[in-house]
């Protein structure tokens, strides 16, 4: 199983700044993706995080809001960015070898907006 | 559009009871079906991977089954114990995308009481 350190942990920031968290992986992993929890709500998928290349967003999430960055097979980050309180979630990154193995997540980035 | 549902949304039982928590899903077309824990404002912990192949998958106390051509999981509980209290989601793994994409239901949120 895969080992995930996500930072910050938590954080509260103004509206209108932005934030960067950050997902480093123990190994050398294929696939990344993002997730979004908004309160009381289950996870939806935000982007798959592409090695060396744009990451792939889905429906009503948007580069210029999310702007994610692969650099290698171990670390990805994703960026809150102009945020408001309806940002306020919690961001989760994920990891799976390929689409038949198991997704591991890191323990999350708890964001608040004020 | 594969859509996934958790009954019950809370459940309260009293320590060392058995009990079963439901999935369902809409598309039976899936790669596979993961049961996660979540502790509050934590991470998810993955517990069994159950393969569209396969029936069933056993991890110490936790029995997860498969009946893909009704569309339906169960996660079984052995023994309840206050520490299994957390919240419990179910995810399918689906065709979309390039990569297939994990749809979450909302979760059960289990309570165990000493």
């Known amino acids: 199983s895969a080992v995930i350190s996500q930072k910050p942990s938590r954080d509260i920031c103004q509206r209108g700044t932005s934030l960067t968290i950050q997902c480093q992986v123990d190994s050398q992993v294929t696939m990344m993706f993002w997730y979004r929890q908004q309160p009381g709500q289950s996870l939806t998928l935000i982007a798959t995080a592409n090695q060396g290349s744009e990451a792939t967003y889905e429906s009503g999430f948007v580069i210029d809001k999310f702007p994610i960055s692969r650099p290698n097979l171990t670390f990805s980050t994703l960026t809150v960015s102009n945020m408001s309180p309806e940002d306020s979630s919690i961001y989760l990154c994920?990891?799976?070898?390929?689409?038949?193995?198991?997704?591991?997540f890191g323990q999350g980035t708890r964001l608040t907006v004020v | 559009k594969q859509e996934v549902t958790q009954i019950p949304a809370a459940l309260s039982v009293p320590e060392g009871e058995n009990l079963v928590l439901n999935c369902s899903f809409t598309d039976s077309a899936i790669y596979n079906l993961q049961w996660f824990r979540q502790d509050p404002g934590k991470g998810l912990t993955s517990l069994l991977l159950?393969?569209?192949?396969?029936r069933e998958q056993t991890s110490g106390r936790l029995n997860a089954s498969l009946d893909k051509s009704s569309g339906r999981s169960t996660l079984y509980i052995a023994a309840s114990q206050p520490g299994d209290s957390a919240t419990y989601l179910c995810?399918?793994?689906?065709?979309?995308?390039?990569?297939?994409?994990?749809?979450f239901g909302k979760g059960t949120k289990l309570s165990v009481k000493p």
């Open positions: 995810a399918v793994k689906t065709y979309g995308g390039s990569q297939g994409n994990l749809i």
């Open positions: 159950i393969q569209s192949s396969q």
């Open positions: 994920s990891v799976e070898e390929n689409r038949n193995t198991e997704a591991f």
